[in-house]
Nanobody, 124 residues
Framework: QVQLVESGGGLVQAGDSLRLSCTAS????????MAWFRQAPAKEREFVATIRSNGGSTFYADSVKGRFTISRDNAKSTLYLQMMSLKPEDTGVYYCAAGRSRVYVRLTTEYSYWGQGTQVSVSS
């Protein structure tokens, strides 16, 4: 059983940067592919970015490509999301997720474990 705890959210202005962290416990972090999702009010949870278990490859949603960077430190059991040039449409609760499969990486069903989320609010 893997427990995930996100941190680093907050209220920022458009154009600002923010770094989210997700710390894992209760399992072998390096065995899991990791991802970030986000959910805006009254909208479905959407895929943001994913990274392979060994950090060897990453994949991003078109809406964040070039602005967000996903990374991980397996020695610290921690996942990161560096967000730059933030826009109001980036507002939402950001969740980290862990899974063993890497077939349909955009789907929430691909991931077995989820954190409780951290709020990111971007004002215009």
């Amino acid at each position: 059983q893997v427990q995930l705890v996100e941190s680093g959210g907050g209220l920022v202005q458009a154009g600002d940067s923010l770094r989210l962290s997700c710390t894992a416990s209760g399992g072998t972090f390096g065995n899991y592919h990791m991802a970030w999702f986000r959910q805006a009010p009254a909208k479905e949870r959407e895929f943001v970015a994913t990274i392979r278990s060994n950090g060897g490859s990453t994949f991003y949603a078109d809406s964040v490509k070039g602005r967000f960077t996903i990374s991980r430190d397996n020695a610290k059991s921690t996942l990161y999301l560096q967000m730059m040039s933030l826009k109001p449409e980036d507002t939402g609760v950001y969740y980290c997720a862990a899974g063993r499969s890497r077939v349909y990486v955009r789907l929430t069903t691909e991931y077995s474990y989820w954190g409780q989320g951290t709020q990111v609010s971007v004002s215009s």
